[in-house]
């Protein structure tokens, strides 16, 4: 996720001591009975008739007269009428900060908004939404969840295009995958960016027929002009903290990840405002751009909780995406680079030299080590660099490779014996499987997170959403792992689908197991935390094809209730 990398700065904000959050009181004995209650504990369903909680722990799960007896006279009695019970799901990765930027911006996901099916559409949609807002000339204009592949012109939209709209503003619109950009030229001039600026490497400059930039920056290219953009305020974070829990609860969600997060944010998240607020349990992943920052401060403690917060390990950046064609593979693009080059396989972001000085340093803390890696030739590189570094399954280190999409069968036996966890990304097969059969023949696109040959090589995997990039709705991740079914109808991969119980596994354990903590969420067992979902249905009877269609109920965090469908 280029664009949250590249917020990296100094972490001059980051000396907040830690400090215990206020203490609420304690949530009251309950017992839950009357539905479906799937533990996820084990290899296989099972059902128990009631479950005891008091406070934030779960006391007992079983058959209902023991869970009375344990949860005792005095305790509530929840009557989930049918509904069902399961575990709170466990964000594998996505960046929560994203959650409370989006506000300020148009939302091109928003339903709400008419059809976009060309540029055409999308410059008035801009145009509407600067009028709506009544926007200052000079000020910045923020267009989240673009997408040129939904395009019927299927190219970017331009610099000349967006000024157009207008030349006064400064317009940015942030390509869905986070690892792009396109600038009209009012905010490249803001930047200090101009047709004589060079891309980095591992960066991209588009250009037109006459050689001037065309607005579209790619990976690290869009660094400058994403430092350029104003920044909330703490006071603005703290307003939007809410809100943005709020849209992880609404899906089930009692854990989430802030992926890549920038020095300003972690030391917002781990103020004392910040952690009074906050309900959800929230891992933070500092990008490797900063950690010469963090490594001069050996006070900091990773994998620990402070509230609900903590820091969990380091984001490293491989390659980018597919879907912009900036990962990097072994294989060609058909349809070639960005801009249309031939041969191109995409490139890395650093070099493999570098991935291995840094990632020593991480390993050497004992912190936690997540690589993003989406073409193969990207994973290689991060199988490398553990391979450098020693890392053996029986070391118990853990690292995760985020995404892993388009892993080789032959690379799963490396991540076996490394002891990785891969982070799955199945919705990919609904948003862009089309897209990538269009650059890559069917064997390696029908093996696309291929959550059930990384079962069968047996490893622990985990899948997610990488919000926003695609929606949080948790039921539709279910139903991509198990349908692997792209927008116009084609399979991608059928020998990779999931039954429900693995798809649930992958929303509960799996990740639970990814950033060891099995033993404290992930399942409704005595001693773990008292984090549900409750969904209308059971996704175990429920047909593959309606599986999207369940709906939150409601979501318990700590033994209480933080979001009720029509509350």
């Known amino acids: 996720m280029q664009i949250i990398q590249a917020l990296c700065r100094s972490f001059l904000g980051l000396s907040v001591l830690f400090s215990a959050p206020a203490l609420a009181s304690e949530a009251p004995p309950t017992l839950y009975r009357g539905g479906t209650i799937i533990t996820m504990d084990g290899p296989a369903p099972q059902l128990v008739e009631a479950v005891a909680t008091r406070g934030d722990q779960i006391l007992f799960a079983g058959d209902e007269a023991e869970a009375r007896k344990a949860a005792g ?48 559409d999308l410059q008035k949609a801009i145009g509407d939404f600067i009028a709506r807002r009544a926007i200052p000339a000079g000020e910045w204009v923020i267009i989240w969840q673009y997408n040129e592949e939904a395009l019927s012109e299927r190219r970017h939209i331009t610099r000349a295009e967006l000024d157009a709209v207008s030349p006064d503003h400064r317009i940015v619109l942030l390509h869905i995958s986070l690892h792009g950009l396109v600038a009209n030229s009012a905010a490249l001039a803001a930047a200090g960016i101009d047709d004589a600026s060079q891309p980095p490497p591992g960066g991209l400059m588009l250009r037109d027929a006459a050689g001037k930039l065309n607005g579209v920056l790619l990976e690290k290219a869009m660094y400058p002009l994403w430092a350029a953009l104003p920044q909330a305020t703490a006071e603005q974070k703290l ?18 990840q802030d992926g890549a997060t920038q020095p300003a944010d972690v030391a917002f998240f781990t103020s004392p405002a910040a952690r009074e607020a906050l309900k959800i349990d929230l891992a933070l992943l500092p990008a490797f751009t900063g950690l010469g920052k963090l490594l001069e401060r050996p006070e900091l403690r990773f994998g620990v909780y402070d509230g609900h917060v903590k820091l969990q390990g380091i984001k490293f950046m491989l390659d980018g995406s597919p879907q912009a064609r900036t990962a990097y593979f072994t294989h060609d693009y058909a349809r070639g680079s960005p801009d249309g080059a031939h041969p191109w396989h995409g490139q890395p972001i650093i070099r493999q030299e570098e991935f291995e000085a840094l990632a020593r340093k991480v390993h050497t803390r004992g912190w936690q080590m997540f690589v993003h890696a989406n073409g193969d030739a990207a994973i290689d590189m991060a199988i490398k660099g553990f391979d450098a570094l020693g890392i053996k399954a029986a070391d118990d280190r853990r690292p995760i490779v985020i995404h892993s999409q388009f892993q080789r069968p032959d690379q799963l036996a490396d991540y076996k014996r490394i002891g990785v966890g891969p982070a799955y990304f199945s919705n990919h097969t609904w948003f862009w499987g089309d897209v990538h059969r269009t650059n ?9 997170s291929p959550l059930r040959s990384a079962r069968a090589a047996g490893l622990t995997p985990s899948n997610h959403s990488d919000f926003s990039v695609t929606p949080l709705d948790t039921r539709l991740m279910l139903w991509t792992s198990m349908a692997r079914q792209s927008q116009s109808g084609h399979v991608l991969g059928a020998a990779e689908r999931l039954d429900a119980y693995a798809a649930l596994q992958a929303l509960t354990t799996g990740p639970a197991w990814q950033i060891f903590e099995e033993d404290r969420k992930g399942r409704i067992k005595a001693g773990l935390r ?3 979902v409750i969904l209308d249905q059971n996704p175990l009877t429920t047909p593959v094809e309606a599986i999207r269609d369940i709906k939150v109920l409601e979501t318990v965090k700590d033994g209480r209730s933080v979001w009720k469908a029509g509350g």
Do not use: C, W
Not at 82 to 109: E, K, N, Y
């Open 440 to 448: 890559f023949p069917d064997e390696v696109v029908n093996f696309i």
């Open 530 to 532: 008292a984090d549900f």
């Open 239 to 256: 307003a939007a903290l809410g809100a943005a829990e709020q849209r992880y609860f609404a899906e089930g969600y009692t854990h989430a």
């Open 73 to 120: 006279t005095d305790a509530q009695v929840r009557d989930l009428a049918g509904a069902t019970m399961l575990p709170g799901f466990i964000d594998a990765h996505s960046h929560f900060s994203v959650a409370m930027q989006m506000a300020g911006g148009l939302d091109l996901g928003d339903k709400s908004l008419p059809p976009l099916n060309n540029i055409a």
